[in-house]
């Protein structure tokens, strides 16, 4: 039985981690950069907030990342 309580652990770690991958992989898609810096400095708060969830997804991923502890990380 013990196993299966690791294992069910597992799987739960495994799909945090991969719905903080998927979050991530958004947040980073809705970054946008322009040839023109006059478009750039135009989006600049906005960007400035897409940088700050992107920051914030990434440490919920490394997080999760951790927990799951992958074995070639260890």
């Not at 998927?22 to 708060?45: C, F, H, I, T």
């Amino acid at each position: 039985m013990g196993q299966s309580n690791s294992t069910g652990d597992y799987e739960q770690k495994h799909t945090a981690w991969r719905e903080a991958r998927r979050d991530l992989d958004a947040a980073r898609s809705k970054e946008r950069y322009s040839v023109d810096p006059a478009v750039n400095q135009d989006r600049g708060a906005e960007q400035a907030a897409v940088r700050a969830e992107i920051r914030k997804a990434e440490q919920a991923e490394q997080t999760a990342r951790a927990a799951l502890r992958f074995p070639w990380e260890r």
